[in-house]
């Protein structure tokens, strides 16, 4: 082999490592936003099984037992709740994750003004 080639092969292999190297870089960034955005979906799942184990909870046991409905709160920030609020869903401590049927929650309302 002469001294050309060699030097030729080696410039391009500099090349191609270079841009394996920014191909490893693009992909730890998308490896970086799946994790983000495998967390938050974990979380919202986390979220709608609490939900969910509530609203079962409320269909078993009608007596209006307030005890555990507080603990039942997520540790959102206020715009998710709101969303929740919106969605048709009480997020007070007297009846939280349980539908409310297109009536405003006036506890719902006190909670949300205190919140903000
Ligand atoms: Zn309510």
């Known amino acids: ?5 060699v030097f030729d092969q080696v410039s391009d292999m ?5 841009e394996l190297y920014e191909q490893l870089g693009d992909l730890k960034d998308h490896l970086g936003k799946m994790l983000e955005e495998n967390n938050r ?11 969910l184990d509530g609203g079962e909870k409320q269909d ?23 969303r929740l609020y919106e969605e048709g869903f009480h997020i007070c401590n ?3 994750g349980s539908p ?3 009536e405003d929650c006036l506890f719902c309302l006190l909670f949300l003004n205190k919140n903000k």
């Open 14 to 18: 500099e090349k191609r490592i270079g």
């Open 94 to 96: 007297v009846h939280f």
């Open 60 to 82: 078993e046991n009608t007596d209006n037992d307030h005890s555990h409905a507080e603990s039942e709160i997520p540790g959102e920030g206020y715009d998710n709740l709101a």
């Open 100 to 102: 409310r049927q297109d």
């Open 1 to 5: 082999m002469k001294k050309r080639e």
């Open 41 to 51: 979906l974990a979380m919202e799942n986390h979220h709608l099984r609490n939900r």
